[in-house]
C-alpha cells in the first residue's frame, strides 16, 4: 500500500522553513484538520438539509424551496440563520442549567466523533488505534443527554421522550457493536484506516458487503435507529409527544438538537462506506489505473489524483446512503415502541450474535477470504 | 518544559479537579437528579486519567460501560421512580453525622499516610505499549485472567435471570415474604383492547 500524501508533514516541513521548531509547528497544524472537518461536518448538514427538503417533496409531488437560490439551495442557510436570531426561550419551570447542558452533551460527542473518519489514507485528524470503539463508546455519551434535556424540560412529553431515546440507543448499540465487531474480527484491528486497506485489494469486488452482507444490513438499520431517523424516530414521534424532547427548545438550543442529528446521519452514513463500501476507494483499483496510464503509483500526479478521487469516492458513498435514508424517511411508516424494542432484541441481536459466529467460523475455515 | 508535558499538566490537574469535587457533589448535593448527572461527569473525567495514562482502550471501555451502560441506567431508574417526596426527619441527625464525618476523616488521612509511606513502583514511560494495549488486554483476558473473566459472565448472566424473573410474574406469581398473590394484569400483556369496556 503506498503511503499517499501525507499534509502534516509538509505543513511541518515548511514551518521547520521558517525557523520554527518542531513541536510549535505540531500545535500550529493541530487545529487546522479539526476546522477543517468541523466545517465540512456543518457544510454536510447544510447539503442534506436541502436534499431532504427537495427529496421530500419529489416523494410528496410537490417543488420543494425554489425562491432561496437557484433550486433552493440557499433556503438551509436561510433556516440557519432564522434559528441563530431566534429568542432564546427557558420555561419558567424549567431547570435552566439542565436545559442547557443537555443539547451541548448531545452534540459534542458526535462531532467527536468525526475524529476517526478517514477521507484517504492519511486524510482524517486522528489514526487512534481504538478507532471504530470510540465512536461506539461516544455514541453511548448522547442519550445522557437527550435524559437530561427531557428531565430538565419539566414537560411530560419530553421526559417520555427523553426516556423513549434513552431506551432506544441502549437496545439498538448492542446489535450494532456486534455487527462492528464481525468487522473488526475479520480486519484484526480496530483502526478505520485498517479497516478499510482491507477492503482495498480488488477493488468493488473486495468489499465488505459481500463478505457481511446480513452485518450489513443489521448495521444500516441499527444507524438509522441510533440517529432517529423515521421508521424509528419513536422519541420525538408528533402524533403521541408532540416533539418529544425537544418539545420545549426554541432558538439556537433547537438548532444544537437538529445540528446533531444531521450530524449524526452523515457520521453513521459515512461509517457504514467506510465499515462495508470500501471507504475511500474506487470500484476499479487505482495501481490498476496507475498502471494503465503507464505511470509510476509515487508519481505526484497519480498522488493528488488519488486523493481527489478518495474524497470524492467517500463523500458519494455517504451521499447515496443519506438519500436512501432519505427515502426510507419519507416513504416508511413509525413503528410502535413494543415493535421497535421487539426488532431490536428479539430480532437484530440474535441474528447479529449468530452473525459473529459465523464470521469467526468462516475466517478460521477461509483465511484468505476472511482475513486470517 | 516542553508544551507537551505542560499541556499533560493542565489536563491531569483539570481532570483530578472535576474528579474530585464531582465526586463530593454526588454525595453532598440534595438532588438526586443532580448527583446522578454528576456521577456520570465522575465517570467521564476518569476515562480522561485512563487516556493520560495511554491506556486509550480502558478509557473507551470506561465510557460505553459506566457512562453509556451503567449511569443511563441509574438516570433512568431515577426518572421512572422520581416521586416528590420529602425523605422522613431522622433522629438525632446531628450526632450521626458527626460519626460519619469522623469516619470519613479518618479513612482519609489512613489513605494519604499509605499514599506517602509506600514506594510506588513507577513504570517506564518510554517503555509504555500505547496502542498495543487493546491486544495485550485481549492475550491476558484469554490466559492468565480467563477465570476472573468467566466469572463475571456468570455473574452477570445470575444478575439477568433474576431479572427476568422479577419482572416475569407468571413466573413467581406469590410474595415472598406475604405469601399473598402478586398483582397480574400488567398493561403491556392485555390481549382486550383496553379502551373498550366489556360486558
Known amino acids: ?372 | 518544559m516542553s508544551i507537551a508535558v505542560t499541556t499533560q499538566i493542565i489536563c491531569f490537574s483539570i481532570l483530578s479537579l472535576v474528579v474530585i469535587v464531582g465526586a463530593l457533589g454526588v454525595i453532598l448535593l440534595e438532588s438526586i437528579v443532580y448527583s446522578a448527572f454528576l456521577l456520570g461527569g465522575v465517570f467521564m473525567s476518569v476515562a480522561g486519567l485512563y487516556l493520560l495514562l495511554n491506556a486509550s482502550f480502558v478509557a473507551a471501555a470506561q465510557v460505553l460501560v459506566y457512562v453509556g451502560a451503567v449511569n443511563v441506567l441509574i438516570i433512568f431508574a431515577i426518572m421512572l421512580v422520581n416521586k416528590k417526596e420529602d425523605l422522613k426527619p431522622i433522629d438525632n441527625i446531628k450526632s450521626r453525622r458527626i460519626i460519619s464525618t469522623s469516619i470519613c476523616l479518618t479513612l482519609l488521612s489512613l489513605l494519604i499516610r499509605v499514599d506517602f509511606s509506600n514506594v510506588w513502583s513507577v513504570a517506564d514511560p518510554n517503555a509504555s505499549i500505547g496502542e498495543e494495549s487493546t491486544i495485550r488486554i485481549g492475550e491476558h483476558l484469554f490466559s492468565d485472567y480467563l477465570l476472573p473473566f468467566e466469572v463475571a459472565s456468570v455473574l452477570l448472566l445470575m444478575a439477568m435471570i433474576g431479572a427476568i424473573v422479577l419482572a416475569r410474574r407468571d413466573v413467581m406469581n406469590e410474595d415472598i415474604s406475604t405469601g399473598l398473590p402478586v398483582d397480574q394484569e400488567l398493561i403491556e400483556k392485555a390481549s382486550e383492547p383496553l379502551l373498550i369496556k366489556k360486558n
Open chain 1, 1 to 372: 500500500m503506498n503511503s499517499g500524501i501525507d499534509l502534516e508533514y509538509s505543513f511541518n516541513e515548511i514551518l521547520k522553513g521558517f525557523g520554527l521548531s518542531s513541536e510549535i509547528a505540531h500545535v500550529i497544524w493541530l487545529p487546522l484538520p479539526m476546522l477543517l472537518v468541523l466545517v465540512s461536518a456543518v457544510v454536510g448538514v447544510l447539503v442534506t438539509v436541502w436534499l431532504e427538503r427537495k427529496i421530500s417533496a419529489a416523494a410528496q409531488q410537490r417543488i420543494g424551496p425554489e425562491y432561496a437560490g437557484a433550486l433552493g439551495v440557499l433556503q438551509p442557510i436561510a433556516d440557519g440563520l432564522k434559528l441563530l436570531v431566534k429568542e432564546d426561550i427557558i420555561p419558567a419551570k424549567a431547570d435552566s442549567f439542565l436545559f442547557t447542558a443537555g443539547p451541548i452533551l448531545v452534540l459534542v460527542p458526535v462531532i467527536l466523533s468525526w475524529l476517526i473518519v478517514p477521507f484517504g489514507q492519511n486524510l482524517l485528524i486522528s489514526n487512534v488505534g481504538i478507532g471504530i470503539f470510540l465512536w461506539i463508546s461516544l455514541s453511548s455519551i448522547q442519550p445522557i443527554g437527550l435524559l437530561m434535556s427531557g428531565y430538565a424540560s419539566n414537560n411530560k412529553y419530553s421526559l417520555l421522550g427523553g426516556l423513549r431515546a434513552a431506551a432506544q440507543s441502549i437496545s439498538y448499540e448492542i446489535p450494532l457493536a456486534l455487527s462492528v465487531l464481525a468487522v473488526v474480527l475479520m480486519t484484526n484491528s480496530l483502526s478505520t484506516i485498517d479497516i478499510v486497506n482491507q477492503q482495498s485489494g480488488a477493488g468493488i469486488l473486495s468489499w465488505n458487503i459481500w463478505r457481511q452482507p446480513v452485518g450489513f444490513i443489521i448495521f444500516w438499520i441499527c444507524a438509522l435507529a441510533e440517529c432517529e431517523r423515521l421508521p424509528f424516530d419513536l422519541p420525538e414521534a408528533e402524533e403521541e409527544l408532540v416533539a418529544g424532547y425537544q418539545t420545549e427548545y426554541a432558538g439556537m438550543k433547537f438548532a444544537l438538537f437538529y445540528l446533531g442529528s444531521y450530524i449524526n446521519l452523515i457520521l453513521s452514513a459515512l461509517l457504514v462506506s467506510i465499515l462495508y463500501l470500501g471507504g475511500w476507494g474506487f470500484p476499479i483499483p487505482v495501481e490498476i489505473i496507475s498502471k494503465v496510464l503507464n505511470l509510476p503509483i509515487n508519481a505526484p500526479v497519480i498522488q493528488v489524483f488519488t486523493a481527489s478521487l478518495g474524497i470524492i469516492m467517500t463523500v458519494l458513498k455517504a451521499y447515496l446512503l443519506v438519500f436512501i435514508a432519505i427515502l426510507l424517511r419519507w416513504t416508511t411508516p413509525r413503528v410502535r415502541i413494543d415493535q421497535l424494542l421487539d426488532l431490536g432484541w428479539k430480532f437484530l441481536l440474535p441474528i447479529s450474535l449468530a452473525n459473529l459466529l459465523i464470521t469467526a467460523g468462516l475466517k478460521l475455515a477461509f483465511p484468505q477470504f476472511f482475513g486470517g
